[in-house]
Structures are given as structure tokens and as C-alpha cells.
């Protein structure tokens, strides 16, 4: 389900508890960066993938608490490999 704003997200992932969020870093009002660490507060347990148009460094998304990052335009192949990376590096 997509939400209009973080804060909205942020209610409902408290409520539904996902096993995964999709998240751009350009939120309207609170940024990708500090809605992944608010999640990661709520749900340690949650996979949060950024999906971006802009160049992050793997240590900038490591250390965002982002699992991975998708850079856009999303395509079924990069999000299949992205979720492979993922499922693998928590095995």
C-alpha cells in the first residue's frame, strides 16, 4: 500500500507490521533517511529497500538502516536481484 507521507507510514507499519517497506529518499516532509531509522526503531526486523534516482553510496544506505537500494527506473530484474542481496545477506 503506498501512503502519502511518512508519518502516515509510519502509523500503519505499527499497525501491520510488514515484512518489507519500499521507501524513496525524497519524502514530502521527513526524508527517506529518518523515516528508515523510525521504522528501524518500531520494527528492527522490517527489510527496507530505497528506491532512488540519485547516487548513494553503499555506506550511506548501511548506515541509513536501508537493506538495499534500487536505483531508479525500477525494473522487475533489479527488483529481483535486489531481493536475492537481501535474502541472502540474512541467511
Known amino acids: 500500500k503506498a501512503y502519502g507521507t511518512a508519518e502516515e507510514a509510519i502509523e500503519?507499519?505499527?499497525?501491520?507490521?510488514?515484512?518489507?517497506?519500499?521507501?524513496?529518499i525524497n519524502l514530502p516532509g521527513m526524508d527517506g533517511y529518518r523515516f528508515s531509522h523510525e521504522i528501524k526503531h518500531i520494527s528492527p526486523e522490517v527489510t527496507i529497500i530505497a528506491v532512488t534516482g540519485e547516487t548513494v553510496s553503499p555506506s550511506m544506505v548501511s548506515n541509513s538502516g536501508f537493506d538495499d537500494c534500487i536505483l531508479k527506473p525500477l525494473s522487475l530484474e533489479k527488483l529481483n536481484r535486489c531481493l536475492m542481496n537481501v535474502e541472502e545477506s540474512k541467511i
Open 12 to 24: 500503519m507499519i505499527r499497525f501491520f507490521s510488514p515484512d518489507i517497506v519500499f521507501t524513496d
